[in-house]
């Protein structure tokens, strides 16, 4: 039996590896490499990960930094939503406010995109915004 856990980061584009990691420890939270990965994304670069990396102390980190992030909400995130950016019958583009309590908050809007497909409502995505756009919380 395996035990541990790898990862890694590839350039779409280029199809080459740009960081791995590679440990017998099989418990090792994600967030334990978190800024090991930032430090290996290149400036401008779009992130995609999994829930295991969900944190509104890492969605500023990647934000303040000039990279993107891409993953799926939380169940029972507090968010408030600032503008709607469009509307269809299956789905919803909003930029909307994480986090209800003010020392547990970010202070970068995201936008959400959230659909209904298959009888499946809620299937929300956390993108970040290009840097300038949106306001920022004081």
């Known amino acids: 039996m395996l035990a541990g856990k790898i990862m890694g980061m590839v350039d779409a584009f280029g199809h ?3 960081w791995q990691l590679d440990t017998e420890d099989a418990a090792a ?40 992030f891409g993953t799926r909400m939380r169940e029972k995130t507090a968010y408030r939503t600032v503008q709607e950016r469009s509307r269809g019958w ?8 994480v986090g ?3 020392s547990n908050q970010c202070r970068h809007p995201v936008r959400m995109v959230a659909g209904a ?6 299937l929300s995505r956390l993108l970040s915004l290009p840097p300038g756009e949106g306001t920022r919380r004081g």
């Open 117 to 122: 497909h298959l009888g499946r409502d809620g």
């Open 29 to 68: 939270h994600d967030k334990r490499v978190a800024a090991e990965i930032l430090a290996a994304l290149p400036v401008g670069a779009l992130w995609v990960c999994d829930l295991g990396f969900f944190s509104f102390r890492w969605f500023e980190d990647v934000t303040a930094s000039n990279r993107s």
């Open 16 to 18: 080459y590896p740009l």
């Open 90 to 97: 299956y789905y919803r583009d909003e930029l909307i406010e």
């Open 100 to 102: 209800k309590y003010r």
